[in-house]
């Protein structure tokens, strides 16, 4: 796994490629954390979240990617496929960012229904 700090280079790199209108209302911008980030419904810490769109009356609207999620989830990845899967995360999260401006849930509703079939698996 490449080290935080060139893992921040290359999530710099594809939020740059990503057009203006993505970050209209976006006032808390991109944050990157190092810790891993374990969903809170994870049966057996076994569901990692890589990355979250947040709200918050005073600090306004943000993502967060968690860079120690990515290393247990992604870690053992090539470059390339890293790098793939780091876009995958941030445009997901911009989804969201870009969905609540919008007043749709759709993304919501998919995360919500994929959570529901973890939970059902293994019954």
Same mark, same amino acid.
């Given at each position: 796994?490449?080290?935080?700090?060139?893992?921040?280079?290359?999530?710099?790199?594809?939020?740059?490629?990503? @057009? @203006? !209108?993505?970050?209209? *209302? +976006? *006032?808390?911008?991109?944050?990157?954390? @190092?810790?891993?980030?374990? %969903?809170?419904?994870?049966? *057996?810490?076994?569901?990692?979240?890589?990355?979250?769109?947040?709200?918050?009356?005073?600090? =306004?609207?943000?993502? !967060?990617?968690?860079?120690?999620?990515?290393?247990?989830?992604? =870690?053992? +990845?090539?470059?390339?496929?890293?790098?793939?899967?780091?876009?995958?995360?941030?445009?997901?999260?911009?989804?969201? %960012?870009?969905? =609540?401006?919008?007043?749709?849930?759709?993304?919501?509703? +998919?995360?919500?229904?994929?959570?529901?079939?973890?939970? =059902?698996?293994?019954?």
């Amino acid at each position: 796994m490449i080290d935080i700090d060139t893992f921040e280079v290359i999530l710099d790199e594809i939020a740059n490629t990503l @057009p @203006p !209108v993505f970050y209209e *209302n +976006l *006032n808390g911008g991109i944050l990157l954390l @190092p810790e891993v980030k374990i %969903h809170p419904r994870a049966k *057996n810490k076994d569901l990692y979240i890589l990355g979250q769109y947040c709200t918050h009356p005073v600090l =306004g609207r943000y993502i !967060v990617i968690y860079y120690g999620s990515f290393e247990r989830v992604h =870690g053992h +990845l090539e470059l390339e496929a890293l790098r793939r899967e780091m876009e995958k995360t941030l445009k997901h999260e911009f989804r969201h %960012h870009m969905e =609540g401006q919008a007043g749709i849930r759709d993304l919501e509703l +998919l995360d919500q229904q994929e959570l529901e079939d973890y939970e =059902g698996r293994g019954q």
